[in-house]
């Protein structure tokens, strides 16, 4: 896959086990909210819990993959276009999560944590034009400590980065572990090229504060 998102460098050179935790958990899902609507023709990830009904901070929730607590968030969508490419990003959350001991392995690849914060963004990309393009929506993302994260320590892996065809629409979540948290968030798309490198935009930046 590196391969395939070469391009990408031009522009950068266990479910409860007891009856009480049942019940807790019970508790906390009749607090959640309602998935929003633009998350309704989401896949779930398999090495991340599913926190669509996370909305307000303070709520949490835990499935197979383990638990999770919204610490803050936007749920204010902010819309941008990089030419013909229109970039919504629907929700920004900063959550607490301890993937459950099945899923440790993969982890170990971004952080040796049990636990870790990781701050991640539900996004829709749409191709406006007709021809293929090239085009990734966080190729970089910096918090407010300096923390420096790129495409590349993306945890959900839902190929955002790939091509997209005229006229195609994708979306998904985009999630990166952070070491000392963040309530402010600078990302920074890719570049826009066509299929054969030609470049067509430049990359825009977009700050989004959280709650």
Known sequence: MKARLAWLLVPLATLWGCQDETAQGAANA???????????????SPQVSDDRQLQEPGQKMRDA??????????????????GDIGLTIHETKLLQYTPDYSLIDFYHSYTHDQEFELAKLFVEITNTSSEEVNFAPVALVETESGEVKTWEDDVYL???????????VKSGNIGFI?????Q????????????????????????????
Do not use: H, R
């Open 30 to 44: 009749a607090a959640l909210s309602e998935t929003p609507e633009y998350t309704d023709q989401y896949v779930l």
């Open 65 to 82: 993959k383990g638990g999770l607590e919204l610490l803050s968030a936007n749920m204010e969508p902010q819309m941008v276009k990089i």
């Open 158 to 168: 839902e190929s955002l980065n790939e091509g997209l065809k005229p006229g195609e």
């Open 178 to 182: 952070v070491e000392d948290g963040a």
């Open 184 to 211: 402010t968030l600078k990302l920074t798309t890719s570049k826009l090229f066509a299929a054969d490198g030609e470049l067509l935009a430049p990359a825009k930046t977009i700050q989004v504060k959280l709650d």
